[in-house]
């Protein structure tokens, strides 16, 4: 199952509402997975089953969507969320990992 | 608290094998699943194999398929990864992580610090 993701590269401001999509090849199921990498650390797990917040994870995170179709949104960017982020499918082996969105703070 | 200890990289010429290492410690680990992912530099995240908590299951990514081996001893609290006949395109920066429960279809929600494995002649 291909993780197509959307846009590569995102430049917003403090406080600005953002989302990015992940756009699935196939129907999957909840079994999907956002993750956030800073730059220079390992992965850090954001939300489980599509949309399930992990425990000490900020609320302004979100996640949605079902079929083909899953989207992270950050009601209000802030500084320390400059990282690159990354969806996943569970749905089936192989698992596979999204390209990536990188975001940035203009 | 969970820690994850990832070692066994380094320098490899192509063709010839590796061993990583991720020992875990602050869970019961045989009630969990384990993953490796690696990142080539400046590259995204590519899942390499999984492992059911028993070892029953497992799973490769196709690009490792017949060349890597995921396995566990949860004697040890270790899961390791065999990697055989190594080719440039391997180097990467491997991560152990742990899955959220004994499904090898579970989020990953643990990471360990990752090695450097460098393939080159």
Not at chain 1, 30 to 45: C, I, R, T, V
Request: a neutral charge; glycine letters at 10%; hydrophobic letters at 35%.
């Amino acid at each position: 199952i291909q993780l197509t993701q959307s846009p590569s590269f995102l430049s917003a401001s403090v406080g600005d509402r953002v989302t990015m999509t992940c756009r699935a090849s196939q129907t999957i199921s909840s079994y999907f997975a956002w993750y956030q990498q800073e730059p220079g650390k390992a992965p850090k797990l954001l939300i489980s089953s599509a949309s399930t917040l992990q425990s000490g994870v900020p609320s302004r995170f979100s996640g949605s969507g079902s079929g083909t179709e899953f989207t992270l949104t950050i009601s209000s960017l802030q500084p320390e969320d400059v990282a690159t982020y990354y969806c996943q499918q569970l749905n089936s082996y192989p698992l596979t990992f999204g390209g990536g969105t990188k975001v940035e703070i203009k | 608290e969970v820690q994850l200890v990832v070692s066994g990289g380094g320098l490899v010429r192509p063709g010839r094998s590796l061993r990583l290492s991720c020992t875990a410690s602050g869970l019961t680990f045989s009630n969990f699943a384990m993953n490796w992912v690696r990142q080539a530099p400046g590259k995204g995240l590519e899942w390499v194999s999984g492992i059911s908590g028993s070892g029953a299951s497992t799973g490769h990514a196709d690009s490792v398929k017949g060349r890597f081996t995921i396995s566990r001893d949860n004697s040890k609290n270790t899961v390791y990864l065999q990697m055989n006949s190594l080719k440039a395109e391997d180097t990467a920066l491997y991560y152990c992580a742990k899955g959220a429960d004994d499904d090898i279809f579970d989020a990953f929600d643990f990471w360990g610090q990752g090695t450097l494995v460098s393939v080159s002649s």
